[in-house]
């Protein structure tokens, strides 16, 4: 049963922490990446990877740090540098850069 | 930088109507695609429509680019209340990665 999985579907955290969410695929895809969504608005791209040990900044990667050491997995680092990270986060893979993105069923965090 | 911009922000039909939304971008592209979000849930890719390419079906769904008007429509015809959802475009214009609008919320009333 192919797909991408996410976990911890919530995930409560205190300030100054850091967490990791995780994310794995196994469909083959070369690429992965990071969004964030907060409440009522778009996709926001925080980092991606177009091969395994090496990842890009998306627009909004300042606070999160990401590795690449397996194809399959792609786990996401909030730090705690930032500065509002309570948020929905959705993981997503896709064959090659441009091409349709698989999502995973997201985490939402919250940070109190 | 959200790229893509959805048109309207929310829709609210009877089923069985039609649905349009819309999607418009500033520069280049080299494929438009929509998504479908259930609430609280992840995106579900629904069609990719290329830059040389006009029209494309998906069942009830039919998709349209104008790139002379840098604008995309998603047409959802004979709705049905499983239909309600937040429908996104994204692009990659300027040959960056798949960038997202803010959305439709559409809802399907019974």
Redesign the interface.
Known sequence: DGGITQSPKYLFRKEGQNVTLSCEQNLNHDAM?W?RQDP??????IY?SQIVNDFQK??IAEGYSVSREKKESFPLTVTSAQKNPTA?Y?C?SSIG??????????T?LTVT | SQQGEEDPQALSIQEGENATMNCSYKTSINNLQWYRQNSGRGLVHLILIRSNEREKHSGRLRVTLDTSKKSSSLLITASRAADTASYFCATDEDNNDMRFGAGTRLTVKP
């Open positions: 990446y969004y009522g608005q778009g996709l926001r791209l991606y998306g627009d929905f959705l997503a850069i441009r091409s349709a993105l698989y999502f995973g069923p997201g939402r």
